[in-house]
């Protein structure tokens, strides 16, 4: 199971953090996804801290301990939407997304 | 370009079955590892299930396992999901969806890496209701 706060709010220019924490994930990598309403998810960050081409570059990642962290730094109100983090369990054959957080940046 | 395009979803009573497809393109499919995510209506995203790339492993969630049988056909670059048994729970929008794999230059070979999802399909509807 990964738990993420249901939401998180900033102001334009501030710094956005989500987190995700999980027994396994000291073991496992975390990976992010942005999904905006009426879209499918789009990957933001994968392999705990990598960002995919074309992704902003005020978007990055960690995973220390049993906490994994994406951030954004200088959010902007088009950085507005649902955030999950994904991880394996320990035996990394089945997977699961954290609950979802929900970002309003105004 | 990289495409993946889900079909087959609709409208299904209650016990009930359906066949949902995927067509991939714009990339090598028999090198990934493939996976389906399910999201109910104003609900999060749920893993579904995984499919090795030579389709000898397939992983589910066990809310489906025994209901949902994932398989593919890497000749037609084609992603399969058959959906049996069918319950008002399962009714939500249903994406295909590519996991990662990379290049090793020391080694020349494909690798899975962490395993997670790179791409993903648009989704295709799938309600149980009668």
């Known amino acids: 199971e990964l738990t993420q706060p249901p939401s998180v709010s900033v102001s334009p220019g501030q710094t956005a953090r989500i987190t995700c924490s999980g027994d396994a994930l000291p073991k496992r990598y975390a990976y992010w996804y942005q999904q905006k309403s009426g879209q499918a998810p789009v990957l933001v960050i994968f392999e705990d801290d990598k960002q995919p081409s074309g992704i902003p570059e005020r978007f990055s990642g960690s995973n220390s301990g049993a906490m994994a962290t994406l951030t954004i730094t200088g959010a902007q109100v088009e950085d507005e939407a649902d955030y999950y983090c994904y991880s394996a369990d320990s035996n990394g054959n089945h997977w699961v997304f954290g609950g979802g957080t929900k970002l309003t940046v105004l | 370009e990289v495409q993946l395009v889900e079909s087959g979803g609709g409208l299904v009573q209650p016990g009930g079955s359906l066949r949902l497809s995927c067509a991939a393109s714009?990339?090598?499919?028999?090198?990934?590892?493939m996976t389906w995510v399910r999201q109910a209506p104003g609900k999060g995203l749920e893993w579904v299930a995984n499919i090795k790339q030579d389709g000898s492993e397939k992983y589910y969630v066990d809310s489906v396992r025994g209901r949902f049988t994932i398989s593919r056909d890497n000749a037609k670059n084609s992603l399969f999901l058959q959906m049996d048994t069918l319950r008002a729970e399962d009714t939500a929008v249903y994406y295909c969806?590519?996991?990662?794999?990379?290049?090793?230059?020391?080694?020349?070979?494909?690798?899975?890496?962490?395993?997670?999802?790179?791409?993903w399909g648009q989704g295709t509807m799938v309600t149980v209701s009668s």
């Open positions: 714009g990339f090598t499919f028999s090198r990934n590892w």
């Open positions: 969806a590519r996991d990662t794999v990379f290049w090793d230059s020391h080694t020349s070979a494909w690798y899975r890496g962490g395993g997670g999802i790179d791409f």
